[in-house]
């Protein structure tokens, strides 16, 4: 008989990161710190609105690693595959605003979590969910931990899980060609997809969103969901296409909102919604992120979500 305690519903697979998010104080040197890695983000995002999520990485034996795991405890986020290197540092990211938007400056080479490899991966706990999230980003950080993906991926599809992937393409990371490849061989391997419009379009290239969907699911993408920001995002779930329109806020700090999307969508289509209802929740969800400074301390909770939608139904 399965023990069902151990069961989740979500785990995501990356690397978290310190956060040091530029405040809007006078002196632009001024910063606070936060929470961030967008495999992270989004499984804070899920457990804040209901779901059972886990988390599987590596963290450095230090006191960012300490501050990651109390973070996590607090949060309900399960740590099973959650391990430590005593001799590697957990990594760290800066967040400077700008006229073109937010802007990422990475600390983070030979981090703990870029030491993943596929030997080190908690089988367990991959085969003991119902959906696995991914992104490119888990990928981009060293190739033993783009190999950790593919396996996580393989494993969690075999044990019958649906898979979540978030192509989330930093080019300080890797090269674009490099980049491509990989993204688009991982496509072919998830039940959603659930890129960015930006990202879509330089990954494919040119084109538009019709045309980012479309390649998408001939790159084997059972399901996408294409996030257009502040114009909510397009489903297409292979037969049946949508654009599912954004609630309107006045944002403060747009980092972290997608993987706020991506965890309130995995959590509504493992709770029985269609994947269109579970995009207009999203929708919500990934505004009210956007709202508060940082990628985790504006995340919302079911609650919250819910009061938009029920104001926005009456
Ligand atoms: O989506 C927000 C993330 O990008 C941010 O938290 C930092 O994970 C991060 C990254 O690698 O850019």
Not at 31 to 41: I, P
Not at 166 to 194: E, Y
Not at 237 to 252: F, I, K, L, Y
């Amino acid at each position: 008989m399965t023990d069902t305690r151990s069961l989740l519903d979500i785990v995501a697979l990356g690397e978290p990161l310190i956060e040091f998010n530029q405040t809007r104080a006078k002196d632009p040197r001024d910063y606070v710190q936060g929470f961030g890695g967008d495999t992270s983000n989004m499984a804070i995002a899920a457990a804040r609105l209901g779901a059972r999520a886990g988390y599987v990485t590596r963290l450095g034996g230090d006191s960012f690693g300490r501050l990651f795991r109390e973070l996590w405890a607090e949060e309900g986020v399960d740590m099973r595959g959650v391990a430590t290197d005593t001799d590697a540092a957990t990594g760290v990211y800066f967040v400077t605003h700008g006229a073109q938007g937010h802007e990422f400056s990475y600390l983070r080479a030979g981090s703990a979590a870029s030491r993943m490899r596929p030997e080190t991966l908690p089988l367990d706990v991959v085969r003991s969910t119902r959906l696995l999230h991914v992104s490119g980003i888990s990928q981009a950080i060293s190739a033993t931990a783009c190999d950790t993906v593919f396996v996580a991926v393989d494993e969690a599809r075999a044990a019958g899980a649906l898979v979540t992937y978030d192509p989330n393409l930093r080019l300080k990371l890797w090269p674009l060609p490099r980049a491509r490849a990989t993204i688009l061989a991982t496509m072919g391997r998830c039940s959603w997809c659930v890129p960015s419009l930006d990202d879509a379009l330089v990954l494919f290239g040119s084109g538009d969103a019709a045309g980012a969907v479309t390649a998408c699911h001939r790159a084997g993408a059972r399901g996408v969901v294409l996030k257009l920001g502040a114009e909510g995002c397009i489903v297409s779930d292979g037969v049946r296409q949508e654009h599912v329109p954004a609630h309107r806020v006045t944002p403060v700090d747009a980092t972290g909102a997608g993987d706020c999307f991506d965890g309130a969508f995995a959590v509504r289509l493992l709770a029985g919604d269609d994947p269109f209802t579970a995009a207009a929740y999203a929708n919500v969800a990934a505004a009210l992120a956007t709202t508060g400074f940082g990628a985790v301390a504006p995340l919302p909770r079911d609650a919250d979500v819910r009061a938009v939608l029920s104001r926005a139904a009456a």
